[in-house]
Antibody, heavy 121, light 108 residues
Framework: EVQLVESGGGLVQPGGSLRLSCAAS????????MSWVRQAPGKGLEWVSV???????YYADSVKGRFTISRDYSKNTLYLQMNSLRGEDTAVYYC???????????????WGQGTMVTVSS | IQLTQSPSFLSASVGDRVTITCRAS??????LAWYQQKPGKAPKVLIY???TLQRGVPSRFSGSGSGTEFTLTISSLQPEDFATYYC???????????FGQGTKLEIK
């Protein structure tokens, strides 16, 4: 079964760090364009970061310089290292696959269930 | 490029035909997708490439448009369709993605 399972969320103080993980099954993370998308409580969806199959990475301006996306081929897992966290980073964080190889070019065809990150003192 | 959805809120009845519009601040490619999200759940893709129905999505959902204006139409609302809908585009430069602000579809 093709699925994504996030973990690593929790409560962290402002200025702190957290690393999110997204374990994939049924497909290979490193062969796909993989993103993190977040949703603040009661708000809309915000794209955060992408890592291309070739390894290039890109970030939303709101997290540039503070967040780092990466992947581990052997564990078939995507990561998001979040540093210098702020209150406005409080959100559910989803990992998602862009469906280039399945035909859904430009669209996120597979999503995880999400993991909640709360930044508060 | 900003994506603006209208309306932000929509009240309709079972059986109604509804249309949601997504306007881009400038002309975009046709890599425009639509998602449905229910409370506490991850979004689910309905339409990609502006008008292609994702496998398994009911045919009452359809998408159209090009350039700066795109639409999602639900031909006959079913009880399970009451949710929030988002449009999303693949950006050319800088690389990345953008979402519209969402349209909440409620039962009248």
């Amino acid at each position: 079964e093709v699925q994504l399972v996030e973990s690593g969320g929790g409560l962290v103080q402002p200025g702190g760090s957290l690393r999110l993980s997204c374990a994939a099954s049924g497909f290979t993370v490193s062969s796909n364009f993989m993103s993190w998308v977040r949703q603040a409580p009661g708000k809309g969806l915000e794209w955060v970061s992408v890592i291309y199959s070739g390894g290039s990475t890109y970030y939303a301006d709101s997290v540039k310089g503070r967040f780092t996306i990466s992947r581990d081929y052997s564990k078939n897992t995507l990561y998001l290292q979040m540093n210098s966290l702020r209150g406005e980073d409080t959100a559910v964080y989803y990992c998602a696959r862009e469906g280039r190889d399945s035909g859904a070019f430009g669209a996120f065809d597979i999503w995880g269930q999400g993991t909640m990150v709360t930044v508060s003192s | 490029i900003q994506l603006t959805q209208s309306p932000s809120f929509l009240s309709a009845s079972v059986g109604d035909r509804v249309t949601i519009t997504c306007r881009a601040s400038q002309g975009i490619n046709s890599y425009l997708a639509w998602y449905q999200q229910k409370p506490g759940k991850a979004p689910k893709v309905l339409i990609y490439a502006a008008s292609t129905l994702q496998r398994g999505v009911p045919s009452r959902f359809s998408g159209s448009g090009s350039g700066t204006e795109f639409t999602l139409t639900i031909s006959s609302l079913q009880p399970e369709d009451f949710a929030t809908y988002y449009c999303q585009q693949l950006n050319s430069y800088p690389p990345g993605y953008s979402f519209g602000q969402g349209t909440k579809l409620e039962i009248k």
